[in-house]
């Protein structure tokens, strides 16, 4: 399929051609739904913590006599039912990581172009580059694109100028194509890649 190719002062560079088995399928809500799953539960940092009954302070001395109290039998102020206790069976630091496969994770990948491509949520453009790391005249310029939540992915390596007058723009993100998962994609409203990053991509998920 082809696709028009713009520059960043919304000018015309000609068109693309865009391989089917990448930017062409039918997308998938089930595939993608487990590929943000899979990415939110690597993200979780798994680092919640409670105290259990052989961590709280207290003293190992039995707190009353056995018989004769009319009450429970009890022999630590460290069982759960009592206040300041331990906590039975709480959240221990562990990992929220899960499996996919490379094949699922590539499938993904390519879902996730495919439904921007369906909804005409995604552009191509020449390049992204600057002369000069201006966030004001890139923001001038996203604006006279309409682009507002968008997410830019370049090729190998992202133009430093370009990467630094972004950096200040908060609905604006910039990957290398290394760097493009299906969360960022689907986040954004736009996904705006360059051809180099049409490229790479095409290599990586073929």
Do not use: C
């Amino acid at each position: 399929m082809k696709l028009d190719v713009i520059n960043l002062d919304a000018g015309s560079e000609g068109s693309i051609e865009l391989d089917d088995t990448i930017f062409g399928l039918e997308p998938r809500a089930d595939i993608l739904h487990r590929m943000v799953r899979w990415q939110r539960a690597r993200a979780q940092q798994g680092t919640h913590s409670v105290k259990g009954r052989s961590e709280v302070s207290y003293s190992t001395k039995k707190i009353y006599r056995q018989k004769g109290t009319g009450g429970a039998r009890h022999g630590s102020r460290k069982a759960p039912i009592f206040r300041k206790g331990g906590v039975y069976k709480g959240p221990t630091p562990r990992s929220h990581e899960h499996d996919l496969t490379k094949k699922f994770r590539k499938l993904g990948l390519r879902h996730a172009l495919s439904a921007k491509m369906t909804a005409g949520e995604l552009v191509v453009i020449e390049s992204a580059k600057m002369s000069e790391a201006k966030t004001a005249e890139l923001s001038k310029r996203l604006s006279k694109l309409g682009w507002k939540r968008a997410l830019i992915i370049d090729g190998a390596d992202v133009d430093a100028n370009f990467a630094r007058a972004a950096r200040n723009i908060e609905t604006l993100d910039v990957l290398p194509s290394v760097g493009a998962n299906v969360y960022d994609i689907l986040k954004k409203d736009t996904l705006v890649l360059t051809k180099a990053a049409v490229e790479a991509l095409e290599a990586r998920l073929k």
